[in-house]
């Protein structure tokens, strides 16, 4: 598995065992994860804070000339939410663990020029459906259902 990818998928496992939504994420800065996160709407009781949002927010506050280098990793194709902050810092590069569970702004994203590519891991495919089955009524309050 791609190493970024399995680091994002220990955030998700992370989220998991804390009684979470099992999706994490990491923000790449060349070559070196600068912010990783997961989804921490249980843990803090935050209604902002999905994985991609938590990564962003302990990268910290970085200059335009970062984001603009940097590649988001996902375990989960990204909410409306998550794309929004995507386009706002001008993240040029997102990677998707999967999109089987979840169909995520992944069209908006290439149509304001982001590269988008998704790699249908079955770890996090496993990891997603196995929580949705266990929790459907939490894991629709994280999608606005
Ligand atoms: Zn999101």
Redesign the pocket.
């Known amino acids: 598995m791609d190493a970024f990818l399995k680091a994002a998928l220990e955030e998700a496992e992370k989220g998991l065992k804390e009684g979470g939504i099992p999706i994490g994420s990491v923000l790449v800065h060349q070559g070196k994860i600068i912010g990783r996160g997961h989804n921490q709407r249980v843990q803090r009781g935050s209604v902002v804070l ?4 938590d990564a962003l927010e302990n990268a910290g506050r970085q200059s335009a000339a970062i984001y603009r280098a940097c590649s988001l990793y996902t375990t989960l194709s ?6 929004g902050a995507i386009l706002l810092y001008g993240i040029p590069k997102v990677i998707v663990g999967e999109n089987r569970t979840f169909m ?1 702004e992944e069209e908006l994203l290439r149509a304001r020029g982001v590269s988008v590519e998704v790699l249908q891991d079955s770890s996090c495919i496993e990891m997603m459906s196995d929580f949705i089955r266990a929790a459907p009524g939490l894991w629709n309050e994280d999608i606005g259902m």
């Open positions: 999905h994985a991609e949002m990204p909410c409306p939410m998550c794309t995520g």
